[in-house]
């Protein structure tokens, strides 16, 4: 069998690739997609073998895109990363940092690089992706614009590193999961991802949290995403354990007895 064909997000040298092969390794056939739902949709029409996209990072927060895109189309996560984040500011060759008045990024980039933009008097430009906008800049070299991306994006553009690890936090990570395929992380803990809806009555969070309490399962996140209906919504909760664990299984079955729908989102190893 030959190597996974695995959809990310971005031109080539987004951090979803470094991503990507860090989870299924770098011999991985990694294919490019516009979109964050184009990523899903190549998994759900059977194009490819899986996909890796972010959901959450340490600084800007969830990525909200891809959570509702998981409840959307219900494919499984088999796996996940914690991945360091450096960003750069890449300009062509001869930009010096003075020069610079506008920097392009995705947004969750600029978010996490808001303070060295604010003290640089630069503008973030939102952008689709991190690696695209380095490959803009290098193409079409706007006057006084920079890129924000990875080192990666640098050499594969031919852009210069203005400054590295512009950052606001030292400690900058974003948790990517993979769909689909499974990739090797053998020895790493397990987590369990759900998709909880509730009764609107008092008390009905506070009964299903406490069914995972009593059997010492930590919730590790829970996270509120709104329904089609106004003012409803569904809870992701990440739970610490395999459903192939008797306790957890065991939770799983009686938390569904205190809801109106539980559903599985993954069960899946959590690389480092």
């Given at each position: 069998?030959g190597s996974?064909r695995?959809?990310f997000?971005?031109?080539?040298?987004a951090?979803s690739?470094?991503?990507?092969?860090?989870?299924?390794?770098?011999?991985v056939?990694?294919?490019p997609?516009?979109?964050?739902?184009?990523v899903?949709?190549?998994l759900?029409?059977?194009?490819?073998d899986?996909g890796?996209?972010?959901?959450?990072?340490?600084?800007?927060?969830?990525?909200?895109e891809?959570?509702d895109?998981?409840l959307?189309?219900?494919l499984p996560i088999?796996g996940?990363?914690?991945?360091?984040i450096?960003h750069?500011?890449l300009?062509?060759?001869?930009?010096?940092?003075?020069d610079?008045?506008?920097?392009?990024s995705h947004?969750?980039a600029?978010?996490?690089?808001a303070?060295?933009?604010r003290?640089?008097?630069?503008?973030?430009?939102?952008e689709?992706?991190t690696?695209?906008?380095?490959k803009?800049?290098a193409?079409?070299?706007?006057?006084?614009?920079a890129a924000?991306?990875s080192?990666?994006?640098?050499?594969?553009?031919g852009?210069?590193?203005?400054?590295?690890?512009?950052?606001?936090a030292p400690?900058n990570?974003t948790?990517?999961i993979?769909?689909?395929?499974v990739?090797d992380l053998?020895?790493?803990?397990?987590k369990?991802?759900l998709?909880?809806?509730?009764e609107?009555?008092?008390g009905a969070?506070?009964r299903v949290?406490?069914v995972?309490?009593?059997r010492g399962?930590?919730?590790?996140?829970?996270?509120?995403?709104p329904?089609?209906r106004p003012w409803?919504?569904?809870?992701?909760?990440?739970?610490?354990g395999?459903?192939?664990?008797p306790r957890?299984?065991e939770?799983l079955?009686?938390?569904?007895?205190q809801?109106?729908s539980?559903q599985v989102?993954g069960s899946?190893?959590?690389a480092?």
């Amino acid at each position: 069998m030959g190597s996974p064909r695995i959809a990310f997000q971005g031109e080539r040298g987004a951090y979803s690739e470094e991503a990507t092969r860090a989870l299924f390794g770098p011999g991985v056939e990694a294919l490019p997609c516009p979109s964050f739902r184009a990523v899903f949709e190549a998994l759900a029409s059977g194009k490819v073998d899986g996909g890796a996209v972010p959901v959450e990072n340490s600084l800007a927060g969830s990525v909200t895109e891809n959570v509702d895109l998981l409840l959307e189309f219900s494919l499984p996560i088999t796996g996940e990363l914690s991945l360091r984040i450096r960003h750069c500011l890449l300009a062509p060759a001869g930009a010096a940092l003075a020069d610079i008045t506008r920097a392009l990024s995705h947004p969750q980039a600029l978010a996490q690089c808001a303070g060295f933009l604010r003290k640089h008097g630069i503008t973030p430009v939102a952008e689709s992706d991190t690696a695209g906008s380095a490959k803009r800049v290098a193409e079409q070299a706007p006057p006084r614009t920079a890129a924000i991306a990875s080192r990666t994006a640098a050499g594969l553009y031919g852009l210069t590193v203005l400054q590295e690890g512009i950052e606001d936090a030292p400690d900058n990570y974003t948790r990517f999961i993979s769909l689909g395929a499974v990739p090797d992380l053998q020895g790493a803990r397990s987590k369990t991802a759900l998709a909880i809806t509730l009764e609107n009555e008092p008390g009905a969070l506070h009964r299903v949290l406490g069914v995972f309490a009593a059997r010492g399962l930590n919730v590790v996140r829970l996270e509120a995403r709104p329904r089609r209906r106004p003012w409803e919504y569904v809870f992701c909760v990440d739970l610490e354990g395999s459903r192939e664990e008797p306790r957890v299984a065991e939770a799983l079955a009686e938390a569904a007895r205190q809801c109106r729908s539980l559903q599985v989102l993954g069960s899946y190893r959590v690389a480092g």
